[in-house]
T-cell receptor, first 113, second 115 residues
């Protein structure tokens, strides 16, 4: 079945540091890949997505590239801010009749001023 | 409101009692999902509704869990004879039909604590 493995947290960085959160997946077919973010006290929201191999999703300075050869979708940001402190979830869409997202366990990011 | 609304936001119950959790999706969204988020765990898929089709119940952990969606809109997740391991945050999400596009909109969740 489908699965997503995320880098374990928590991750603590200083402001303006470089961020990488690793995500690898196992899936049949050609899933779409996503990063969702959950800010404190809020619901999950879509951060970025990529729907086919070699696509790069980007939003709010975050980027992730769909790498089929390594089955990865690592999240990166060149310079994090305190406001980026949140929990980040990698996810993939099912194919065929499995119309749901499979999520990783989440990575807690704390950015210190 | 414009977003997915869930109630109650917090529920504390005693072991063995039944609970109902409500989700009001975004107007016009045909797909509705329930997920469970346990402490330190990822999101666990529970059930999926799409329009008038039969729901995908493949994620329900036991027959104590059930859900319905009335009139293609509001959904209720019911947990019967609650157990301590049912303690979690229950998340509802809605979307337009094609989930491959990843546009799931989540509510803030209902935190269930079973004593």
């Amino acid at each position: 079945g489908n699965s997503v493995t995320q880098m374990e947290g928590p991750v603590t960085l200083s402001e303006e540091a470089f961020l990488t959160i690793n995500c690898t997946y196992t899936a049949t077919g050609y899933p779409s890949l996503f990063w969702y973010v959950q800010y404190p006290g809020e619901g999950l929201q879509l951060l970025l997505k990529a729907t086919k191999a070699d696509d790069k999703g980007s939003n709010k300075g975050f980027e992730a590239t769909y790498r089929k050869e390594t089955t990865s979708f690592h999240l990166e940001k060149g310079s994090v801010q305190v406001s980026d402190s949140a929990v980040y979830f990698c996810a993939l869409s099912g194919s065929g009749s499995a119309r749901q997202l499979t999520f990783g366990s989440g990575t807690q990011l704390t950015v210190l001023p | 409101g414009a977003g997915v609304s869930q109630s109650p936001s917090n529920k504390v119950t005693e072991k063995g009692k039944d609970v109902e959790l409500r989700c009001d999706p975004i107007s016009g969204h045909t797909a509705l999902y329930w997920y469970r988020q346990s402490l330190g765990q990822g999101l666990e898929f529970l059930i999926y509704f799409q329009g008038n089709s039969a729901p995908d119940k493949s994620g329900l952990p036991s027959d104590r869990f059930s859900a319905e969606r009335t009139g293609g809109s509001v959904s209720t997740l019911t947990i019967q004879r609650t157990q301590q391991e049912d303690s979690a945050v229950y998340l509802c999400a809605s979307s337009f039909a094609r989930v491959e596009l990843g546009e799931l909109f989540f509510g803030e969740g209902s935190r269930l604590t079973v004593l």
